[in-house]
């Protein structure tokens, strides 16, 4: 069982950047791919962002891609996410989940835990 605690969300003008953190609470926290996902009122959720065990490899949303950075932090269990030239289409939940796959997956159905997510506003 891995317990995943997202944090850094809040309301930033257009323009502006945020950092979201994702804590895990598993010591093996680097057997897994982590990735971000993001949900906005009366859409689906997609996903964001992802990196492998070792954080040597990514991948981005088109929508994200240039502006947003995933790294991880393997010795103290944490993911984050860099957010850049914010926009309101950026308006969302965020949720950070582990995957035990060893390559980068972007289906939801892929991961097995889920953080609680934190909201992030982008408005003036």
């Known amino acids: 069982q891995v317990q995943l605690v997202e944090s850094g969300g809040g309301l930033v003008q257009p323009g502006g950047s945020l950092r979201l953190s994702c804590a895990a609470s598993?010591?093996?926290?680097?057997?897994?791919?982590m990735g971000w996902f993001r949900q906005a009122p009366g859409k689906e959720r997609e996903y964001v962002a992802l990196i492998n065990w070792v954080g040597d490899s990514t991948s981005y949303a088109h929508s994200v891609h240039g502006r947003f950075i995933i790294s991880r932090d393997n010795a103290n269990n944490t993911v984050y996410l860099q957010m850049n030239s914010l926009t309101p289409d950026d308006t969302a939940v965020y949720y950070c989940?582990?995957?035990?796959?060893?390559?980068?997956?972007?289906?939801?159905?892929?991961?097995?835990?889920w953080g609680q997510g934190t909201q992030v506003t982008v408005s003036s």
């Open positions: 598993r010591r093996t926290f680097s057997d897994y791919g």
């Open positions: 989940a582990a995957t035990p796959s060893p390559t980068l997956r972007s289906e939801l159905r892929d991961y097995l835990y």
